[in-house]
C-alpha cells in the first residue's frame, strides 16, 4: 500500500504552475556543471532546481525570504531562491548543497555539522549549510558576530543553534589549517 | 503564482523605459524581494516583467566631494554596508542598512526597492530623510527630480507614474562634523519589521534632522519639531522636551506589531537615545 507517508516529503513537487507563456532556453551552470533548459519564465529558480533538475536540498518552506530553508549561492552571493525567478539565473553560477561535498566525501562544514550533530529533523540543513559555506567563503575567520549576522536569515526550529554554531566555527578554523598546510 | 508574464531583459535604459510606456501592467524587477511576494501571493497581476539589473547607468554608486553621493537602482543594500563612504558620511543610513531583513535578502534587496515599494514602516527612507534625499526619476518623456519627502503619497503608494521608474537617489554632502544614526524597536532580536525607527542626524551647526517610520500612512520627516527643538537649542533639557512634543508630530495606528500607545511612547524614547548618542 502506497500512502503519503511512504513519499519522500523532500522529494515532493513544487507548487510551480505552468504558464502559457512562451518558454525560454536557460543557461547557466549549477555546480559546476553546464545546463540548458527550456523553461517557463514565470518558474522560480527554487522550483527549477528541485523540479526540473531534481536537487532537493533546497527546500521551500515560507516562500518568502523569510526563513532561508531555499538559500543557494548564486554569482558567489547567499540569496533565497524562492525569491528569484529561474530566468534570472540566465548565464549565471548555482551552488547548492549538492555541490559541497567532492567525490562522494562530505566537506569539512558538512562533517563539522555532523560531528556537532548540528541538525536534528535536518530541514534547514542544507539553507545553513549554504548561508555558512558563503560566510567562510568571504570571512574565513568569523567573530560570534559575524556567525550570527551570516546565520541571521536562516531558522532552525529543533536546535537551538548553539550546535551549529560551533560547527560553523570549528569548520572555519579547520578550513584554516588546510589552508595553511597545503 | 496566477500571474503569467513574459521576461525581458533590457541593456538600455531607453527600452525599458519603452517596455514601460507601451503597457500598463509591466512590473520593474531589480532585487525582486518584494516583487516576488506580490506575485506570490497575487497582489498584482503582472504581464511583463523588465528585470534592470543588466542596465549600466542603474548601477552607479558614486560620491563627489562637496556634491553628494549618487545611488543608482541596482544598488543592493549589502552594498551600502560594505561601504566605508556610507559608514563615515553617513552612518543612519549605515545603521538602517544593517538591520534591513537577512543577510541573504540584502544581497538581492536595493535601496531604491525599498523606497518604491513604500512600506511606512521601511527602514531607509528616515535615514535618507534627514539628508535631503532627492529622487531621480525618468520615463520615456524625460527627466525628473523629486525631493523624498514628497515621493511618497500613502501606503504602498508613490507618485511614481505607471510608465517612470526611478533611476537613483541623491544625497548631498553632509560635510564635516556631520554626525547620525538610525535605532528602531522591534519584537525579537533577529530579522524584523521596524515596530517604529528614528533616524537623526546633527549637521556641522548643531541643527538637528529628524526622521521617522512607522508612525503614519508614509515615513515622515518631522521638520515641524526640528524647528522647534533648533529654535530652543539642542541640551538635555530641549531633548526631553522633544521626546514627549514628537507625540503631536506622529498619527501611528495599531496593529499587528504594536499597539499605537506604544509606538507614541517609543518614538518618544528612540528620539531621545538618537540625539543624547549624538550629543555624547
Known sequence: MTTHDDKDICAMESA????QKRRV????????????????????????????????????????????ACTIILNGEAVTSCLVLAVEAQGGDVRTVEGLSQGGELSILQQEFVFKDALQCGFCTPGMLMSARALLDRNPDPSDEDIKEGLGGNLCRCTGYQQIFDAVKRAAKREREELKGS | MLS?????????????LDALSRDGDTYILAGGTDLLIALRHNLI???????IKAIPELDVFHFEEGKGLEIGANVVVNQLIDSDLVRDKYKALYDAASVLASYQLRNRATLVGNLCNASPGADLPPALLIYDATVKIASSQGERTVALKDFFTGVKKTQLAKNELVVSVFLPDPG???KSCYMRQTRLKGHDLSTVGVACRL??????AI?????????????????QLNAKGLNEESVLWAAEEIKNHIKPISDVRSSKEYRLHMAGVLLRRCLQQLMD
Open chain 1, 16 to 19: 510551480h504552475v505552468e504558464s
Open chain 1, 25 to 68: 532556453v536557460l543557461s547557466l551552470r549549477v555546480n559546476g556543471q553546464a545546463v540548458v533548459e527550456e523553461i517557463d519564465p514565470t518558474m522560480l529558480l527554487l522550483h527549477f532546481l528541485r523540479d526540473r533538475l531534481k536537487l532537493f536540498g533546497a527546500k521551500e518552506s515560507c516562500g518568502e525570504g523569510e526563513c532561508g
Open chain 2, 4 to 16: 503569467q508574464f513574459d521576461y525581458v531583459k533590457p541593456l538600455v535604459l531607453d527600452q525599458a
Open chain 2, 45 to 51: 497581476d503582472a504581464k511583463h516583467i523588465v528585470d
Open chain 2, 176 to 178: 564635516k562634523d556631520d
Open chain 2, 203 to 208: 549637521d556641522g551647526q548643531g541643527k538637528a
Open chain 2, 211 to 227: 526622521g521617522i517610520n512607522a508612525v503614519a500612512i508614509t515615513p515622515l520627516r518631522l521638520s515641524a519639531l526640528e524647528d
